[in-house]
C-alpha cells in the first residue's frame, strides 16, 4: 500500500470508523483535510485543489438534500467529462446517494428509456443538456450552491455506488448495481497494483457510461493524485493527437480502449516521457506493443458485473499468438468451468466464471435475471457467469476465446444483438430482424412486412434516434424470412452473405460530381470495403470508426497534398462536406505559395 493511503487509512481509523473496506468517498474525505492546497482535477486551464473539491461537492451536496435526496436514492449525472462532472460525482455519494452515468451523445430517447428504467429521482446536468431531461425527473444545474451546505460523507460499504447499464440480452438493456465494497476493491489493487501516490497524474479518457471511468478516476482520487481530463476535442482526433497530450500533461498512468491503445502502442514515444503505464481493455487485444516502449502495457478483462476488472497481465513485444487476459487480480476468483460444470483442464476451453469481492450486486429491477447470471456454487461461493470462453495456459495466464452465447464486442462496446433487434422491428416496415457479425462488420438480416420497400439510409436513421453509434449496424441485408433450426431457432450459420442481399442505402446513390468527391469516394470504399455508397453517406453511419478515419486521412494527404484531420472528418461526415474541406485545404495552400513554387508544382 503506497505512504499516502497508509497515511488515509490511519487517519479513518483514528475518526473511529471500523471497517476493513474503505469507500473511495471516505478516501477522498480524508485526503482533502490532510492535503488542501494539492490539485485534484486539472482540466485545461481549469485547476481544482481537494479542497475546492470538498467546498464545491459540500454546496452541491447540500442543495441535493434541499431535494430530499439521501440513502439509497439513485442520481443520474448527464455531464460531459469535466472538473463539474467529478465534482457531481463525489456530490452524490456525500449525501448516500447512488450515481447513475449517462452519456451527452446518446439519443434522447436512451436518455430517457434509461431514466424510467432505472428509477432516477433526480438528474445532475449543465442548462445545455438540461432540456434533454424529461419533466417528470427534477433537474439540478452542477454549480448549485446551498445555503446549509453538506460537510458529511454518508457512505458505508455495503451501500450502492453506482449504476451503469449495459446492452440486454432481452431486448432491454440490464443496469448493473455496484456498491461502495466492490469499488474499494478494485481501488485497492489498482494502486498497490500500479504503484500510484499522491504525486501520481493519471488521465480521465473513458466516457462517464463506460464503467472504465470508474476505475480512471476513483483510484487516483482516493490516494490524493491528479486526475487530468482532456478535453472532447483531443479525444476526437487521432490517437497522435490523444499521444501529444499525455506527453505535454506529463501523465503518467493512462487508459485507452483496445481501439485506440494498439496505433498508440504501435507509435514512437520520445526518451523522457512520463507515461509509464498504458492500461487497455473493452475488446480482443490483436497486436503486441513495438519494442523499446517507455512505458509497460497492460491487457485487462472484467465484465461491468465484476467492477470494471477481473484480470489483468502485462504485455511484451515478445511472444506468439494473441496476447492473454493476464492472470486474476488480487480478491478476484476466475474458475474456467465445462459444460457439465467442472474445472477446465489447462488448455480446455470453458466458460468463465468470476467470484470474489468485486462481484456486483446484481441487475437492478431484475430479480430473474440476477439469480440466472449471479449463481450460488456450492464449492466456491456466490460466482458471476460471464458467458466469455477460455482456456488457462500453462503459466497461469487466460487465453480468451470468444462468446458462450451471441453477445458482440464493436469497437470496446459490447453489444447483445437483441437490443439492435428489438429496436430494427420497431421500425416501420419491418417484420422480422437478425443482428451479427460478419466479416467484422454489424449486420441487419431483414424481414420486410408486406409491400414495405426499405432503404438502408431510412432505417440507420431511425436506428440513431434510438441507438448508440457502436450499436448502428453497418451493413443491412435483405431476407423473405429468417432461416431457422429444426427446433425453431435462429440458424445464424445459414444467415447468407450481405453482399448478395443487400438493402440499398437510398433510392438512388449520390454520385461524385467534382474530382475530389470522386477521388475521396475512391478511397473511402476502399478503406470501409463497400462500394454501394454515395457522397452524401455519413461515413461514421456506414461504420467508419477513428481507426479507419485515421486510415482515410492518411490516403486524402497522400493524394492532395494537404494536412487534413480527422477532425475534419468527423465535422463534414460526408464525402461531400469532406471533399468541399479539402478544396478549401488546397485553396489556403495555394494562396500561400508564390508564383515559383506554383509552376514548379505544376511541372511536377
Known amino acids: 500500500m503506497g505512504l499516502r493511503t497508509k497515511e488515509v487509512c490511519l487517519s479513518i481509523h483514528q475518526k473511529g470508523l471500523d471497517t476493513d473496506s474503505f469507500p473511495p468517498a471516505v478516501m477522498l474525505a480524508t485526503i482533502a483535510s490532510l492535503r488542501p492546497r494539492t490539485v485534484a482535477l486539472s482540466c485545461g486551464d481549469e485547476q481544482c485543489s481537494y479542497a ?17 435526496i439521501g440513502r439509497g436514492d439513485l442520481v443520474a ?7 463539474a462532472q467529478i465534482t457531481a460525482l463525489y456530490a452524490v455519494w456525500r449525501v448516500g446517494a447512488a450515481y447513475l452515468p449517462l452519456d451527452p451523445e446518446w439519443p434522447d430517447a436512451r436518455v430517457q428509456r434509461l431514466l424510467a428504467a432505472s428509477g432516477a429521482k433526480l438528474a445532475i446536468a449543465p442548462r445545455a443538456l438540461a432540456g434533454r431531461i424529461p419533466a417528470a425527473v427534477p433537474v439540478l444545474d452542477p454549480a448549485a450552491t446551498s445555503e446549509k451546505p453538506w460537510h458529511g460523507c454518508s457512505v458505508a460499504p455495503e451501500d450502492l455506488a453506482y449504476v451503469i447499464y449495459t446492452s440486454g440480452s432481452t431486448g432491454e438493456p440490464k443496469g448493473v448495481e455496484v456498491s461502495h465494497a466492490n469499488l474499494a476493491a478494485l481501488v485497492e489493487w489498482h494502486i498497490e497494483r500500479f504503484e500510484l501516490t499522491a504525486e501520481s497524474r493519471t488521465s480521465h479518457t473513458a466516457g462517464l457510461a463506460f464503467d472504465a471511468s470508474a476505475w480512471e478516476v476513483w483510484p487516483t482520487l482516493a490516494c490524493g493524485g491528479t486526475l487530468v481530463v482532456p478535453d472532447d476535442e483531443t479525444l476526437r482526433y487521432e490517437p497522435a493527437r490523444l499521444q501529444r497530450w499525455l506527453i505535454d500533461e506529463k501523465v503518467e498512468v493512462s487508459f485507452a480502449p483496445t481501439a485506440i491503445a494498439e496505433p498508440l502502442i504501435a507509435m514512437d514515444w520520445p526518451e523522457g516521457t512520463a507515461l509509464r503505464v498504458l492500461l487497455t481493455g473493452a475488446d ?27 484480470t489483468s497481465g502485462i504485455v511484451t513485444a515478445e511472444g506468439d499468438g494473441l496476447p492473454s487476459i493476464g492472470m486474476p487480480i488480487a480478491g478476484t476468483q476466475i474458475h474456467i468451468f465445462d459444460t457439465a460444470g467442472g474445472p477446465c483442464a489447462p488448455g480446455e476451453e470453458g466458460e468463465i466464471w468470476i467470484g470474489g469481492a468485486q462481484v456486483a450486486r446484481g441487475y437492478r429491477g431484475d430479480a430473474a435475471l440476477t439469480a440466472a447470471r449471479f449463481v450460488e456454487h456450492g464449492q466456491f461461493g456466490r460466482l458471476y457467469r460471464t458467458g466469455d470462453l477460455a482456456a488457462w495456459q500453462d503459466n497461469g495466464d487466460i487465453a480468451y476465446r470468444g462468446r458462450v452465447d451471441t453477445q458482440i464486442k464493436v469497437r470496446g462496446h459490447r453489444i447483445e444483438p437483441a437490443e439492435i433487434e428489438a429496436a430494427i422491428i420497431a421500425a416501420p416496415g419491418v417484420a422480422a430482424a437478425a443482428v451479427a457479425m460478419h466479416g467484422g462488420e454489424l449486420t441487419a438480416w431483414i424481414v420486410p412486412q408486406d409491400g414495405a420497400e426499405l432503404r438502408a439510409g431510412d432505417l440507420r436513421a431511425a436506428l440513431a434516434a ?85 486510415q482515410v486521412i492518411m490516403r486524402a494527404r497522400d493524394a492532395f497534398g494537404v494536412s487534413l484531420t480527422l477532425f475534419h472528418l468527423f465535422e463534414g461526415r460526408t464525402v461531400a462536406a469532406t471533399a468541399a474541406t479539402i478544396e478549401g485545404l488546397i485553396m489556403d495552400k495555394l494562396a500561400a505559395m508564390s508564383d515559383e513554387d506554383i509552376q514548379r508544382m505544376m511541372e511536377r
Not at 52 to 68: I, M, P, R
Not at 77 to 83: G, N
Open 284 to 310: 480482443r487485444l490483436k497486436l503486441r506493443p513495438r519494442a523499446g516502449l517507455p512505458f509497460a502495457f497492460f491487457n485487462n478483462y472484467g465484465p461491468t458485473e465484476c467492477t470494471v476488472v477481473a
Open 52 to 68: 475546492q473539491l470538498e467546498a464545491h461537492s459540500a454546496d452541491l451536496a447540500g442543495a441535493l438534500k434541499a431535494q430530499g
Open 466 to 550: 434510438d441507438l448508440p453509434g457502436p450499436m448502428l449496424p453497418s451493413r443491412f441485408a435483405l431476407l423473405a424470412a429468417l432461416p431457422l433450426t429444426a427446433n425453431g431457432k435462429l440458424d445464424s450459420k445459414a444467415l447468407p452473405d450481405p453482399a448478395t442481399c443487400a438493402i440499398p442505402e437510398v433510392a438512388s446513390l449520390a454520385a461524385p460530381s467534382t474530382p475530389t468527391e470522386e477521388r475521396l469516394l475512391a478511397i473511402i470504399a476502399e478503406v470501409i470495403g463497400r462500394s454501394d455508397i454515395g457522397v452524401d453517406d455519413d461515413f461514421f453511419l456506414l461504420g467508419g470508426h477513428s481507426l479507419l478515419g485515421t
Open 77 to 83: 449525472v448527464f455531464a460531459p467529462r469535466s472538473v
